[in-house]
Nanobody
Framework: QVQLQESAPGLVKPSQTLSLTCTVS??????????WTWIRQPPGKGLEWMGA???????YYSPSLRSRTSIFRDTSKNQFILQLFAVTPEDTAVYYC???????????????????WGQGTLVTVSS
């Protein structure tokens, strides 16, 4: 059974770079047709898709975050990583990593029923 676990610092200062790591167990991130995805949920708001890396290594980014986001993977550790640059308090959110089979640019995320989700990790941006 595949399991995903996010790890990140709980507190980040404005203008810094936030790095989040998703460690996957029970499945390889390099095989089959899956999109290894990052989604966040700010307090009191809905889910926001941020980007994904396909099993092939291709990356996909939200247009609204593309200029501040990088997603890559460490296949030796079966991890995929999100970097979010120049964070502001508006980036405060619970961040989730997700395994999903749907093409990200035609998928709408309204709830957590589809895909396999990590438990999420709260990141607060504050000075």
């Amino acid at each position: 059974q595949v399991q995903l676990q996010e790890s990140a610092p709980g507190l980040v200062k404005p203008s810094q770079t936030l790095s989040l790591t998703c460690t996957v167990s029970g499945a390889s991130i390099t095989i089959n047709d899956y999109y290894w995805t990052w989604i966040r949920q700010p307090p009191g708001k809905g889910l926001e898709w941020m980007g994904a890396i396909h099993s092939s290594g291709s990356t996909y980014y939200s247009p609204s975050l593309r200029s501040r986001t990088s997603i890559f993977r460490d296949t030796s550790k079966n991890q995929f990583i999100l970097q979010l640059f120049a964070v502001t308090p508006e980036d405060t959110a619970v961040y989730y990593c997700v395994r999903d089979s749907r093409f990200p640019y035609t998928t709408t995320w309204t709830d957590r029923r589809a895909g396999t989700w990590g438990q999420g990790t709260l990141v607060t941006v504050s000075s």
